[in-house]
């Protein structure tokens, strides 16, 4: 069964700047679409951000311009390359398949920015 490790949050200024990865276990990660979802206090999980196996990304309005999606299928590995964070960005930060999450959800990293 395919695990899920996601790190690289932390603590970070507006405007600041955090790099997520995403760690998968198993061979036939490279088939699926991966996305970044985040979670924030007291809101459902929304999808920010996805990219196919073969690159195609796609990125919620809410962080378009500010976030990049990158995968590296050989070593199952997906980033998430966050710039100009808001308050607004602050959740947990986690990976898994899309549209269907196929894949038991990690703990997920937290992120949080605050002066």
């Known amino acids: 069964q395919v695990q899920l490790v996601e790190s690289g949050g932390g603590l970070v200024q507006p405007g600041g700047s955090l790099r997520l990865s995403c760690a998968a276990s198993g061979s036939i990660f490279s088939i699926y679409v991966m996305g970044w979802y985040r979670q924030a206090p007291g809101k459902q999980r929304e999808l920010v951000a996805r990219i196919t196996s073969g690159h195609v990304t796609n990125y919620a309005d809410s962080v378009k311009g500010r976030f990049t999606i990158s995968r590296d299928n050989a070593k199952n590995t997906v980033l998430l390359q966050m710039n100009s964070l808001k308050p607004e960005d602050t959740a947990v930060y986690y990976c898994?398949?899309?549209?269907?999450?196929?894949?038991?959800w990690g703990q997920g990293t937290q992120v949080t920015v605050s002066s």
């Open positions: 898994n398949t899309y549209p269907l999450a196929y894949f038991t």
